[in-house]
């Protein structure tokens, strides 16, 4: 009984009212708490913006000091922990390693999964912001078979997880300031997006009351796919395969042929219909990193920027409002830092763990909260009575 519309794929239905995060996709426009996204990338770093997205208001000196201290004082995983890591194949994706080892938090943090618990809260939410980039770079070296690098404390978040991805023991390793800074913008343009499919799915899991830890694994695996938080590998694994420049229209002509299922990954959003706010600040970052590391003669790079001006020069995208998005540009600066495709999409999952820990906070705090539970439209069978086997 009762009246409900019918919206799949959620394109015109709002699941909850949220202080977080704003988005006026036709203007291109997003704020986190009120604050433009480029004046964030700009001026501020990641972990004032987990204080801001957390806590509602950017920090005081003192309240983003002690910030810090709380993050940086749970970035160690349990050594127990990295036995788990190592009953992974050796060749596992990332993102199955950390789907599995997150939702395993709860086995091995269950002092802080009590939902109803405000403490309990709090600490869950610094657990998972602190402990994200040590299991992401921990998953990351164990499938390339090198000797996890454990976090150091002195280090800031980015500097800490280029470390931890790419020291290797017996060898010094520096991390150049201009990397940290490109890493933690892209941690930064990413850290929340408010009601995204994996947001989306980490307050769905909650409703239930599950705890965090749960919570954001399903979060992670949702998140995987590559018309979400996958879309940057499947880029970056597009521009490879597109190869050289001459190939670049047979691949335009493939995205706009209606029977051809093939997208160009790293186009298009659901809600921007204009230029994605977090791109440019994204294109800007990406410049300056393959200014630094010297690859303008990439050939992956140059497929990057000539499909970029191709497609933004062909009809069929302008009237469709698709423009290369955050993921086109981020996946750009990841290769040119030397990360494997395979860790683009636990990298979004490192900087997105705010988000969805900033939403799953604000859900469970809401006293008008109650489970998901969408309706469905039936198209199967109408009633009808059981057949027995040997009649069939
Ligand atoms: N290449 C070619 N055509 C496209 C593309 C694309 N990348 N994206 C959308 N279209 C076409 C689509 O065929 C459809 O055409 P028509 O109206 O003639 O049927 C029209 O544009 C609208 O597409 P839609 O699938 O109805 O739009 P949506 O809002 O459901 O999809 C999207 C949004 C992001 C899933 C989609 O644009 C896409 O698949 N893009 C490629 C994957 C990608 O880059 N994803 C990352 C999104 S940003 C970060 C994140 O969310 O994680």
Redesign the pocket.
């Known amino acids: 009984g009762g009246v409900f519309t019918h919206d799949p794929?959620f394109?015109s239905t709002s699941s909850c009212e949220s202080t977080i995060t704003f988005i006026d996709g036709g203007k291109g426009e997003l704020l986190h708490r009120g604050y433009p996204i480029d004046q964030l990338a700009e001026k501020s770093h990641f972990l004032e913006v987990c204080y801001l997205l957390l806590y509602g208001e950017l920090p005081t000196a003192a309240q983003l000091e002690d910030f810090e201290f709380r993050v940086t004082r749970h970035t160690m995983v349990h050594e127990q922990m990295g036995n788990f890591f190592r009953g992974f194949r050796r060749d596992a994706h990332p993102m199955a390693v950390m789907v599995g080892v997150v939702g395993a938090m709860s086995a091995f943090y269950h002092d802080s999964t009590d939902v109803n618990d405000p403490w309990q809260r709090e600490v869950a939410a610094i657990r998972l912001i602190a402990k994200m980039p040590t299991i992401a770079a921990w998953a990351f070296k164990y499938t390339i078979g090198q000797p996890m690098v454990y976090p150091r404390n002195d280090l800031d978040y980015a500097s800490n997880f280029l470390r931890m991805c790419f020291a290797v023991p017996a060898e010094d390793y520096e991390v150049d300031p201009i990397l940290a800074r490109a890493m933690d913008r892209i941690f930064t343009l990413h850290a929340d997006?408010e009601q995204?499919?994996?947001t989306s799915t980490v307050r769905l899991a909650s409703s239930s009351g599950a705890n965090p830890f749960a919570c954001i694994a399903a979060g992670i695996a949702c998140?995987w796919g590559?018309?979400?938080?996958?879309?940057?590998q499947?880029?970056l694994e597009m521009l490879r395969e597109i190869g050289t420049v001459d190939r670049i229209p047979e691949f335009i002509a493939r995205?706009?042929d209606?029977n051809d299922p093939?997208?160009?990954?790293?186009?298009?959003?659901?809600?921007y219909k204009n230029f994605?706010p977090r791109a440019k600040v994204m294109k800007k970052s990406a410049d300056e990193v393959l200014e630094l590391l010297g690859v303008e003669n990439n050939p992956t790079l140059q497929v990057a920027k000539e499909l970029e001006a191709q497609a933004l020069a062909d009809p069929?995208?302008a009237e469709?409002k698709?423009f290369p998005?955050?993921?086109?540009y981020s996946g750009i600066i990841l290769e040119a830092m030397g990360f494997p495709t395979s860790m683009f999409t636990p990298i979004?999952a490192v900087s997105r763990t705010v988000g969805w820990v900033s939403q799953w906070k604000e859900m469970i705090s809401d006293p008008t909260m109650k489970i998901g539970r969408p309706r469905q439209l039936y198209t199967g069978s109408t009633a009808r009575d059981y057949v027995d086997v040997e009649d069939r």
């Open positions: 794929g394109t997006h995204n499919a994996s998140l590559p018309a979400h938080g996958g879309a940057n499947a880029c995205a706009k209606k093939f997208r160009l990954m790293g186009f298009g959003h659901r809600v994605d069929y995208f469709k698709l998005n955050v993921d086109f979004f």
